[in-house]
């Protein structure tokens, strides 16, 4: 078995229609590419640019590349502005939201939004994509399982936090 580097270091951008992206080891060196496959070995077909990530490398031909994700955490963005639609819900009433089943019925990056399902219902969720940046994700695909924290906010039903499916099933 050949013998795989353990890096840290923080995404570089991603960009899911690509299939690929970069990270930057807090060690330095050169960029590492991080393609779409590896990303979904892991459960997540997007990662927020800055996320921190935990990757096993290879040296190859064409430069180091990240052959499997161990662990990717939310970049700190406590400093980030907070979004208007949660200002007036209590903090508890954010806090306690219930993780559930959605599916995505469709984003759109540029315009910053989307709209999930929740399973076995027919309302639409509104997912802004801060949102979905807090929550170490950069883009989401229609049809795309997700698992997403709801309450109900300016907009009607909005997700306070979303997770890849996978990593939903971890917790």
Known sequence: ??????????????????????????AGGPDILL???????????????????????????????????????????SDGPVLDDFEDIAPEVLANAVLEPARVKWFDK?????????????EDVFVHVEVLRRSGLSDLQPGEAIAIKVVDGTRGRMATEVFAWEMALKD
């Open 35 to 77: 393609h779409a496959n590896v990303l979904r070995n892991y459960g997540q077909s997007s990662v927020a640019d800055g996320a921190l990530v935990k990757i096993a490398v290879q040296a190859t031909e064409r430069g180091r590349q990240a052959v499997e994700v161990l662990s990717i955490e939310v970049a700190d963005v």
């Open 110 to 122: 540029g315009k910053g939004f989307g709209f999930a399902n929740l399973f076995g219902r027919e």
């Open 1 to 26: 078995m050949e013998e795989h580097e353990i890096v840290t270091g923080s995404v570089k951008w991603f960009d899911p229609v690509k299939g690929f992206g970069f990270v930057i080891a807090d």
